[in-house]
């Protein structure tokens, strides 16, 4: 099911919920035929509201027919949005709403202002400000007050009881971040753009009744911006330059350092010589230091799409230079909340976020999940030489569907469940053993288990024999050799290519 107003209060969705559950289990029963229970599968934020609405339709009493309920990578403690992003946002909105642009757009089309106003404004939604783990406010202060409440409701509610109840993260089993740490820059952003002596002649030019392309623009970019500024030195003679920097940097680690600025500037160069600035907007904000670093943490990740480009232009009448370095991604449901970490009993430490959560080898209390099963993801591709690994990150996109936990979920569907392991691939895994022998020493590959099978080998051939057992080897010297390389190729079906140790 979709919802026809998302961002409204959850509790008022899983009413919804609610209603189409029961209107499902009154078309069974007036068919007559339909007796297979239900599965409740939600996905995101569908999945809080269906925790929600089954345990509300069993505390009145009512049977709601289910026997399964998948949480497919639910906040179920709140979702994450770098705090350098809501700054932006909040800065963005603050721009456009004190331009007249909101004006201008209100008398073209009154429906692209209510859209553009609601993008803008949907920080400050109910279901986006019970869900957010920490939001950010106009003045840089962070809220927390509708988040605790929801959380505080979810706990005293509970899980339904007569259903299972099993979870899907998107994050990594391995616990590996998402590629940084905290403090990383997310966007780093520097650009300008400056008209050329023709260019500078041409906005000079008359165009209809003495007005020239000069006092067009600029009057238009003046009533955009609303700096009048703009428009008086813009229609002048001169050189004119747009500039603009921007650096949003992921949450640091208990630090109150600047995480956002946005700088845009307009500079005329008087008669090609004199210098004016003009100040379009400016804006910085620091960090919470109360906020946990989980930008970078291990769960199912959202994709910004901004990537990093270099882009310059030089010719007769325009040259610019753009720089964007960017990372396409953060960690928007940490798997601590997915597979809900302590059930909300225990404050969770940066170490929780980071941790690794193995489907057959689930965490104890106090950091125990509520859940009956659950899957992490794991697409581990992994090269070591020389103590040297290269692991590709094998977190997923929020809500993402792979053959792994597609699997997962049909065999919870089809009533025979499994459980994933693949943490004997996950290690930065080394060969252990002497560094030189004589006549005979034993090589091992410490932490690799389950369904991984080793093959051994070395270079040169016929120096020394080889005899393999397991993730054990014991090498035999035939005859004397300076150096030889003794290579350990991890086969598994949680790789899709071998790990190579050498």
């Known amino acids: 099911m979709d919802w026809g107003a998302s961002a409204d209060y959850l509790e008022r969705n899983a009413l919804v919920l609610e209603a189409v559950i029961k209107w499902v289990n009154n078309k069974k029963a007036a068919d007559g035929v339909s007796t297979q229970p239900n599965v409740v599968l939600g996905q995101s934020m569908g999945g809080i509201l269906s925790r929600y609405a089954l345990k509300d339709l069993e505390n009145q009493g009512y049977n709601h027919q289910t026997r399964l309920f998948i949480n497919w990578d639910g906040p179920m403690q709140g979702a994450n949005v770098p705090m350098a992003y809501q700054h932006l946002n909040r800065h963005i909105n603050d721009v456009y709403i004190q331009s007249n642009i909101p004006n201008l757009l209100g008398r073209v ?9 609601n993008a803008l404004n949907l920080i400050d939604q109910p279901a986006p400000q019970e869900m957010l783990m920490n939001r ?26 007569q259903c299972r109840n099993v979870a899907v993260s998107n994050g990594s089993e391995c616990g590996l971040s998402q590629n940084y740490g905290p403090y990383t820059d997310l966007v780093n952003f520097n650009g300008n753009l400056n008209t050329r002596f023709l260019a500078d002649v041409a906005l000079q030019v008359p165009i209809v009744g003495g007005v020239s392309i000069g006092d067009a623009v600029f009057t238009a970019l003046g009533y955009a911006f609303n700096n009048y500024w703009i428009t008086a030195l813009g229609i002048l003679p001169g050189r004119n330059t747009f500039s603009m920097s921007a650096d949003m940097k992921a949450q640091p680690n208990g630090t109150s350092q600047q995480i956002y600025s946005l700088n845009i500037s307009y500079k005329k160069t008087l008669l090609w010589l004199i210098p004016i600035t003009v100040t379009i907007t400016n804006r910085t904000r620091n960090a919470d230091p109360a906020i946990i670093p989980v930008d970078g943490s291990p769960g199912g990740y ?11 232009l030089s010719n007769l009448l325009i040259k610019y230079n753009i720089s964007l370095t960017s990372i396409p991604q953060f960690n928007f449901v940490p798997t601590t909340s997915s597979l809900d970490i302590g059930g909300g009993n225990t404050t969770l430490q940066l170490s929780d976020y980071n941790a690794r959560y193995i489907g057959a080898a689930p965490p ?7 859940f009956a099963n659950f899957t992490t993801e794991f697409d581990l591709n992994q090269t070591c030489v020389d103590d ?73 051939t016929g120096i ?36 190579v140790l050498s």
Not at 136 to 144: I, Q, V, Y
């Open 136 to 161: 950010a406010l106009d003045n840089g202060t962070t809220s927390n007050t509708m988040h605790s409440a929801w959380q505080a409701k979810l706990l005293a509610i509970g899980y339904p009881a």
């Open 388 to 460: 040297a690994c290269t692991i590709k990150d094998n977190n997923e996109q929020h809500i993402e569907i792979t053959a792994r936990n597609g699997d997962w979920a049909a065999a919870e569907l089809n009533g025979a469940p499994t459980t994933t392991n693949c943490s004997g691939a996950c290690s930065n895994n080394v060969i252990s053993g002497p560094g030189s022998f004589c006549t005979s020493a034993t090589y091992t590959v410490p932490g690799i288990v389950g369904n991984n099978i080793v093959t051994w080998s070395v270079i040169p």
């Open 464 to 499: 020394v024999s080889l005899t393999p057992n397991g993730n054990n080897v014991t090498l035999i010297e035939i005859t004397p050799y300076p150096q030889i390389i003794l290579t350990a190729s991890i086969t598994s079906n949680c790789s899709g290519t071998p790990l």
């Open 364 to 370: 104890v209390a106090p950091l125990n999940t509520p």
């Open 109 to 117: 089309n009154p429906n692209i202002r209510m859209v553009a106003t």
């Open 302 to 312: 959202y994709s910004t799409g901004i990537t990093s480009s270099n882009s310059s």
